[in-house]
């Protein structure tokens, strides 16, 4: 119901009231306190680093715009949640914001790159590889893994495959070497970019040629390697520096070149999650309603706004997930096989479902509005590039091009800004 429709409902309740500027007021006033009983059916999506915050600073903006969503007592009074590419622990994330804009924020209101890897359940007792920076044996265990090793264990367990590093060449040469071996790797969870990228390269990719077991050379690389999932296809990311810096997409770059040449087999990711992903914002919305219970919302939430910096993966993550809701209602409609799992579509690559096995609640957002900030990594006239996409697509191997899905709903100087959209849009201003 819109405002002007509740507005003329509370103008027919008011028709003992004389027509005067005492019946306009109070008018308004039963109209502001049915606003205020109305459930509100939308939820927000931030994005963090170039949306919120610059590094481990907010953005002063940012600051304004959150208190416009707070109640007296600062809590939110909107289902909010905020989904990053960012690689931390989902309760140190969610201490930081929580600490920016002096608001409780709960762990699971985050999003981070890895969190949709919660669903992925049957990859949880494999002995898988973990890589990335920071805290990552915690991160892994918070997501569910149960058995996992690092780089540094695989390069302790095979002192002769990192050759790239000379001082492990000279300790070799000089004190000899224990080759003591591990268990096979069953996967490879890419959880973000590690900090010794040629060491992670080489080790990788004998993984993969060797199905996870690289002390002995295979004859020929295998045409389907063990499960490779990549969180963050990020190409750059803006820090607090002029210019934006490589991401873990130009380290899944640097990944799939090298062994590409070197076996002549494309690399097969078995999921990709992180933002632009259709899993990462169906793992959102259910996050969001999960938010939207916890204020005491009962009716389903039926709109997303996205706010974000990026377009390459907030904008373009936002307008693929409208087309999976799109595509999601029109199963429905047509009545597909009621056996057949409510969340798989048939259109996306593998890599880019929804396990079969996720455990969520119901979709029922049917409106995605992505809103582009001027913050971050997009600045404004930046479009202009959009002209030769093939040239300067910063996008996925395995997320095709389309100049249309960079189009957002509204560019706004920044967050405050695209907040008061919002709850102009919503009529809750």
Not at 159 to 170: F, I, Q, Y
Request: hydrophobic share 35%.
């Amino acid at each position: 119901m819109s405002h002007n429709d509740l507005y003329r409902m509370v103008e027919k309740t008011c028709i003992n009231v004389p027509s005067s500027a005492l019946q306009r007021k109070k008018s308004k006033d039963c109209l502001n306190n049915l606003l205020k009983k109305k459930e509100p059916q939308f939820g927000i999506i931030f994005d963090v680093d170039g949306v919120l915050a610059r590094g481990t600073l907010a953005i002063p903006r940012a600051i304004e715009g959150m208190k416009l969503l707070q109640d007296d007592k600062g809590h939110s009074r909107v289902p909010m949640c905020f989904v990053t590419n960012a690689l931390n622990r989902d309760e140190d994330k969610a201490k930081q914001i929580s600490g920016w804009f002096n608001m409780p924020v709960a762990k699971e209101q985050l999003v981070q790159a890895p969190g949709p890897l919660r669903m992925f359940t049957k990859l949880h007792n494999k002995f898988c590889l973990v890589i990335g920076q920071g805290r990552v044996k915690e991160i892994a265990r918070d997501l569910g893994f149960k058995k996992f090793c690092t780089l540094d264990q695989v390069s302790d367990a095979y002192p002769l495959l990192d050759m790239v590093d000379h001082g492990n060449r000279k300790k070799i040469a000089e004190f000899g070497y224990e080759e003591k071996g591990m268990n096979r790797v069953e996967a490879i969870i890419l959880l973000g970019e590690p900090k010794n990228w040629s060491c992670a390269l080489q080790l990788i990719i004998d993984l993969l040629r060797s199905s996870g077991k690289p002390d002995q050379a295979p004859e020929e690389p295998p045409e389907r390697h063990i499960p490779v999932i990549a969180c963050n296809m990020d190409l750059q990311f803006m820090d607090r520096a002029t210019i934006p810096r490589f991401g873990h997409g130009a380290f899944l770059l640097c990944l799939e070149a090298l062994y590409k040449k070197i076996t002549g087999y494309d690399l097969q990711y078995t999921a990709l999650v992180g933002k632009p992903s259709e899993t990462t914002f169906r793992y959102a919305e259910h996050c969001l309603t999960i938010h939207a219970k916890k204020l005491g919302f009962t009716e389903p939430l039926k709109t997303i706004y996205v706010v974000g910096d990026t377009p390459d993966s907030d904008i373009v993550g936002a307008n693929l997930y409208q087309r999976y809701v799109r595509r999601m209602e029109e199963r429905r409609k047509n009545k597909a096989d009621p056996s057949a799992d409510p969340s798989y579509d048939p259109e996306l690559p593998q890599c880019r479902n929804v396990p079969a096995d996720a455990h969520l609640h119901p979709q029922s957002v049917d409106n995605v509005v992505p809103l582009l900030v001027c913050t971050g990594v997009f600045k404004p006239g930046e479009n202009k590039y959009r002209e030769n996409e093939e040239k300067f697509y910063h996008g996925h191997r395995d997320f095709a091009p389309n100049p249309a899905l960079y189009k957002p709903t509204r560019t706004q100087n920044d967050v405050c800004n695209a907040i008061e959209y919002v709850l102009e849009k919503e009529g809750i201003a």
